[in-house]
């Protein structure tokens, strides 16, 4: 509107001037001069209109300029407006994302760790689980070893019992033997004097003293028979006992062997 002000002001002054003018020619010259003058005051009178015409398209093209002005500077401020809400609104959503996705981590994490936690002791009780059932293994293992190896002592304890009672009668027998065997070769020695005597010879003469000689190395002879038939009968008793104890030691080893084998397969 501040460009349509000066144009009608400038037009005004001009048309009442041409006016005027033409009024005071008409009130002093002919009709001729007066028709002339009433041509002028209509060219006035259009040429006054046209500029009003064009002051009133001026201002209209100056108003819808300014118009357009204002609604493309409205245009551009809703347009930055709306960049801004739009960014503003992008780095609210981007944030609210980003707490979102700490939120989601922060869960996640929280989950493995319980997930862990878990892991963790399922394992533990899985292995203490394991644990004491090899400890109970070995203990069964143990007790069946313990068990063989009482089994054993005892029958090693029983058959020792035998064995001394089978060595104290073989010595029993033995010093009864002996005794037999020295009585009768007294006996046999007394008698052999006696019959040496009636006959007249005594036991320093060579053949009293051979006869004699033969009695008393008989007799060792016995003696010594008998020791060796004693000590094979006692070497006899301890060899069983021997064997006894290395059968014990075979079974015991072999058990063990076979328990470490049914662990192992077992366990590993």
């Known amino acids: 509107m501040g460009g349509i002000a000066p ?36 060219a006035a009178e259009l040429e006054y209109k046209r500029q009003q015409d ?28 709306a960049a801004a809400a739009r960014q503003q609104q992008a780095q609210l959503e981007a944030e609210a994302q980003a707490r979102q996705w700490a939120h989601d981590a922060e869960l996640r994490q929280r989950e493995e760790e319980l ?31 313990a068990q063989l190896r009482a089994s054993q002592e005892e029958a090693v304890r029983a058959k020792e019992t035998d064995a001394q009672t089978q060595l104290a009668q073989l010595t029993a027998a033995a010093d009864a033997a002996e005794q037999r065997r ?41 003696r010594k028979d008998a020791q060796a038939t004693d000590q094979l009968k ?11 104890k290395r059968r014990n030691l075979l079974e015991l080893s072999q058990l063990a062997d076979r328990q470490r084998l049914e662990y192992m397969s077992k366990f590993f």
Not at 118 to 141: C, L, T
Not at 234 to 244: G, M
């Open 54 to 81: 064009a002051a009133q398209a001026a201002a209209a093209q100056a108003a819808l300029e300014q118009k357009y002005r204002e609604e493309a500077a409205a245009a551009e401020r809703s347009a930055q407006a």
């Open 182 to 222: 020295l009585t009768a070769l007294r006996q046999a020695v007394s008698k052999t004097r006696a019959g040496l005597g009636a006959r007249g010879v005594t036991a320093q003469d060579g053949s009293g003293e051979a006869i004699l000689l033969g009695l008393t190395n008989s007799s060792e002879t016995e």
């Open 7 to 42: 144009l009608v002001t400038t037009a005004l002054p001009l048309a009442n001037s041409v006016i005027g003018t033409v009024r005071n020619a008409g009130a002093g010259q002919s009709s001729a001069a007066a028709q002339q003058a009433a041509a002028q005051q209509a």
């Open 234 to 244: 006692r070497a006899a008793i301890q060899q069983s006992l021997d064997e006894a």
């Open 115 to 145: 997930q862990r936690q878990k892991d963790e002791a399922a394992a533990a009780a899985a292995a203490a689980a394991r644990a004491k059932e090899m400890d109970d293994y070995r203990s069964s293992q143990e007790q069946t070893l």
